[in-house]
């Protein structure tokens, strides 16, 4: 399995981007979809996670409102759009896909296969 990520850059204060994560190596509409992302000197956290087939949606307190993931199942892709992005949003952001069989969206345990990474930065 190989996700990429893209669609990070450098961006102002209050200003969106939109992030994708293209997936190959099993059929990418059988499971569920997060991101997840890293500050500086912080640990991996949570971000937003999507099911199989789009029918529900979870996010951080941190972000609901902001942001909005979504899928594209035809095109094995997932998005994450960010808008109104704080300094504080700056990190790496990474795309993953679930184990055939999870317990909780929000536990990076539960991912088996992760992108690379992109990143985002936030400037004032």
């Known amino acids: 399995v190989q996700l990429q990520a893209s669609g990070g850059g450098l961006v102002q204060t209050g200003g969106s981007l939109r992030l994708s994560c293209a997936a190959s190596?099993?059929?990418?509409?059988?499971?569920?979809m997060g991101w997840f992302r890293q500050a500086p000197g912080k640990e991996r956290e949570f971000v937003a996670a999507?099911?199989?087939?789009?029918?529900?949606?979870n996010y951080a307190d941190s972000v609901k409102g902001r942001f909005t993931i979504s899928r594209d199942n035809a095109k094995n892709t997932v998005y994450l759009q960010m808008n109104s992005l704080k300094s504080e949003d700056t990190a790496v952001y990474y795309c993953?896909?679930?184990?055939?069989?999870?317990?909780?969206?929000?536990?990076?345990?539960?991912?088996?296969?992760w992108g690379q990474g992109t990143l985002v930065t936030v400037s004032s």
């Open positions: 993953a896909q679930t184990r055939a069989f999870y317990t909780s969206l929000y536990n990076s345990g539960e991912y088996a296969y």
């Open positions: 999507i099911t199989w087939n789009g029918g529900n949606t």
């Open positions: 190596g099993r059929t990418f509409s059988s499971y569920s």
